[in-house]
């Protein structure tokens, strides 16, 4: 079920990627169309400047690396002379080259000698955006990691690289143009190529065509946009952080919005045409998006939200129902009621949107435990304790990517009151000395021991039980002491011995319990003290003074 799942998840990226490929494939297509259109009486402007400049054809075209390392024949308007150094000299040009013409200078300055490219883009050969194709020459010294991850793409006519290094002739001297090409600029600009392939999207196209365009703008063209403009621009903030988020919640409350005034109109008749209720669910709807705008709730990355984000949507739906509610008892087109309905179930809407990943993963984890058969492929995990270590690793074992290889069976606690109680998502299924029957009945293969409250004696007795059953006992390290060590570090670190004076083994569970329930104890007594005192700790004292700083 696990793999069916997975192969479901990738196709429906694969099939996300074909379709953003068909798109900027068609982008592509329309803006060359469009551009060779527009731009053919210019060409031939261009073209009669080249041939009264210097004798030689008006198109260079040169040999580069396209996609999947085929070579193709780039279309250039020529800017140098028509000679035989012209060939002989090096793959790349600095300022001062001597082989540059008058024209071929300016077409330079103006990036103007690339627009033939425009019919490659229109063949298929390269894309508007995308990394700058290189000489085969020069592409044979690249990684073969980085050789390969740059040429799944189609190469471009212009990329982050080519914004960032827009003045690059500018950067090189025609004495040493090879030399500082390689060693300077060529690692750079492979490293901007492998993150826009990783990063790519059409929003990112669009951002790195805004960029080329201001880089060409005379007061501009000083400037280079650091990294994280480039591959995060104004384009890609607004779809990422309001305008998918604003059309979604504008989706979901109109829509919520009409099936409130379905199911009114059912019961209780409702006397508002079709034109005006569809203008007040847009208006509406408007409303809820702009304050969840407003309110920043665009800023979280809720695949990765947690339960407490939920409260981040309460002002602003709050906010806009206040704001709707009396609006709608002006101009009393709907029944108060039915926009409090409509509300609620927005608020439902914008929350199940939100935390559909959430709400599938916990879906699939109570499937995976409800197939008995999935049992038996997997290890049979048996947890001691119910803090916050115990949490931890309950998390860890039932997380999706791990549910099909462990099950927790459930957890072990002398609490009497918390017997068949269920916590994290699993029962407290008996005491330590339950542990051998539980391991029997169950077929656990491993126990995890994840209780820091125990003392010395506590876990040298657990430890007896576990070693009386075939299951292995594994110690989870103790996340909230080496916290604890954080917010109030000990001056010395306390020398932890066996009783007899001598220095214990770390890796012992005796020592292991006698230092993690030590050092709570230790905490917790230095922060009562504290408090009793009226006093700031001063261990959070130095952190505030550190941050004024």
Known sequence: MYENTSMSLFSTERIFSWIGDAIKRLFDIVVSIVMLVLLSPFFGMIAWAIMRDSPGPVIYRGIRTGRGGKPFKILKFRTMYETPASYAGPKVTAHDDPRITRVGRWLRDTKLNEFPQFWNVLKGEMSLVGPRPEDPVIARTWPRKAWEEIFTVRPGITSPATV????????????????????????????????????????????????????????????????????????????????SWFTVDALIT???????????????????????????????????????????????????????DFLDLLPSWIVA?????????????????????????????????????????????????????????????????????????????EHLVNSKLFWVVGFVDNDLLKQRMRY?????????????????????GVII???????????????????????????????????????????????????????????????????????????????????????????DSDVRVRRKK
């Open 321 to 397: 129902t206040v704001i709707a509610f009396f609006v709608n008892a002006i101009i009393r087109f709907f029944p108060q009621d039915l926009v409090l309905a409509a509300s609620a179930l927005a608020l439902l809407g914008f929350v199940v949107v939100r935390y559909r990943n959430h709400i599938f993963v916990r879906l699939m984890q109570r499937f995976l435990q409800l197939q008995e058969r999935s049992h038996v492929i997997r290890e049979r995990v048996l947890i001691i304790g119910l803090g916050a270590s115990a949490q931890h690793a309950s998390w860890l074992l």
């Open 449 to 539: 021991q994840a209780d820091y409250r125990v003392e010395a004696k506590e876990m040298k007795h657990i430890k007896e039980i576990c070693a009386q059953t075939p299951a292995r006992l594994v110690v989870l390290p103790d996340i909230l002491v080496s916290v604890n060590r954080l917010v109030k570090p000990s001056p010395k670190a306390r020398r932890v011995t066996n009783g007899n004076g001598a220095g214990a083994d770390p890796a012992c569970l005796d020592c292991l319990a006698r230092s993690g329930a030590s050092s709570r104890r230790q905490y917790w007594r230095y922060w009562k003290k504290k408090i009793a005192a009226g006093g700031l700790p001063a261990a």
């Open 254 to 308: 109109f829509s919520v919005f009409g099936l409130a005034g379905i199911i009114w109109r059912i019961s209780a008749p409702l006397n508002v045409g079709w034109p005006t209720s569809i203008a007040l669910g847009l208006g509406f709807a408007l409303l809820f998006s702009l304050m969840g705008v407003i309110f920043g709730v665009n800023r979280i990355s809720w695949s990765k939200a947690t339960s407490a």
């Open 164 to 243: 960032h290094y827009h003045n690059e002739e500018n950067l090189l001297t025609a004495s040493m143009v090879d030399q500082q090409y390689m060693q300077q600029l060529s690692p750079d600009k492979m490293r901007l190529d492998q993150l826009y392939v990783r990063h790519r999207s059409f929003w990112l196209d669009l951002d790195v065509l805004l960029w080329t365009f201001i880089s060409l703008l005379p007061r501009m063209g000083s400037y280079v946009p650091p990294d994280e403009l480039l591959f995060l621009g104004l384009i890609t903030r607004l779809i990422r952080h309001f305008i």
């Open 424 to 444: 994290y998502g699993s029962y407290v299924v008996g005491t330590w000395k339950d542990i051998p029957k539980l391991v029997e009945k169950y077929d656990v």
